[in-house]
């Protein structure tokens, strides 16, 4: 009887495993896809610069769309929300605006002293830091005319801005006085609140100058660099998310890194990027917790002062 049982048992295990079919035969086809999508994120909707031409990449493993087709310098491209319109400034420090076609929409002559722009969460207003104003292409934002934050009796100058998605802002102030030195800021302004939140690295040898909020909720890189450095290469980041007062992490190293992207939701960061000892910027997507999924385009390096990127 035992016998005759075994056998019925070993038949019933043939005849299941008869059945399956595929690599993966106790899960179906989607859930396989589902799961190598979360192991392996895909990287969507890049847009940058390269050898002077706005280029778009709908996803970051397939060939970029060429944007633009003209001559001329262009610089820190900022893509909208809906990747239909491209801003970058030119080389007479204008700022343009052209179509996803890169049909030109209009430039933008009245500002003389750009530091950065970008896309408002609707897409309807390009925000400009003109100096330490912060002015607009379209209807006008809700920011704050002055920065808490300025020191009294310091010279003091905004370097960089940015506003997230759900309207925080935020801003690097760099403060100078003949009896203290450099003083370096990072401030946050949360949307709907009088409170700001700051911080303060002025250890590190080279100073904060570039802050950049993603479209992922409130993640937001701080980018240092040697403060005689006019170009956007920055060799330490802080990474930031939620609002947070401190970083929730730091890359510290002799490569660099141009206006970099940070999605904490993927765990990728996309930025132009520069190995060590190479002279020659190649755009990156890089894996925060494993360089093995760290993805570098060769196709697109050139040697310059950087490789502009954007991503949303």
Request: aromatic share 14%.
């Amino acid at each position: 009887m035992k016998k005759l049982s075994l056998i019925v048992y070993t038949a019933i295990i043939l005849l299941g495993s008869g059945c399956q079919k595929g690599e993966y035969p106790y899960i179906s086809k989607s859930e396989v896809n589902n799961l190598f999508a979360i192991q392996n994120p895909a990287v969507q909707n890049v847009a940058f610069i390269y050898n002077n031409d706005v280029y778009y990449m709908a996803d970051f493993d397939k060939p970029a769309q060429k944007v633009t087709n003209s001559i001329g310098l262009k610089k820190f491209v900022k893509m909208s929300h809906d990747h239909t319109k491209f801003a970058f400034m030119d080389g007479s420090n204008f700022i343009e605006v052209v179509d996803n076609k890169g049909k030109l929409i209009t430039t933008i002559t009245q500002y003389n002293q750009v530091k950065i722009f970008d896309w408002s969460a609707d897409d309807k207003t390009l925000y400009i830091l003109n100096n330490a104003q912060m002015v607009y292409y379209g209807p006008a934002m809700s920011l704050p005319i002055t920065y808490p934050g300025i020191i009294a009796g310091y010279s003091t100058e905004v370097l960089s801005a940015s506003v997230s998605v759900g309207g925080d802002f935020a801003y690097i102030i760099h403060a100078y006085a003949y009896s203290y030195g450099d003083v370096y800021k990072l401030v946050i302004k949360p949307a709907g609140s009088t409170a700001v939140i700051v911080y303060n690295n002025n250890d590190y040898p080279y100073s904060m100058n570039y802050v950049n909020f993603s479209s992922n909720k409130q993640d937001l890189v701080v980018g240092y660099r040697d403060a005689t450095d006019v170009s956007y290469n920055f060799e330490k980041l802080d990474f930031f998310t939620e609002l947070k007062a401190n970083p929730d992490f730091s890359i510290q190293s002799s490569e660099t890194y141009c206006t970099p992207v940070y999605k904490s939701n993927i765990n990728y960061m996309v930025s132009g990027y520069t190995p060590n000892g190479s002279n020659k910027v190649t755009l990156l997507a890089s894996y925060e917790s494993d360089i093995t999924k760290n993805k570098i385009l060769t196709q697109y390096s050139s040697t310059g002062n950087g490789l502009y990127t954007d991503w949303k």
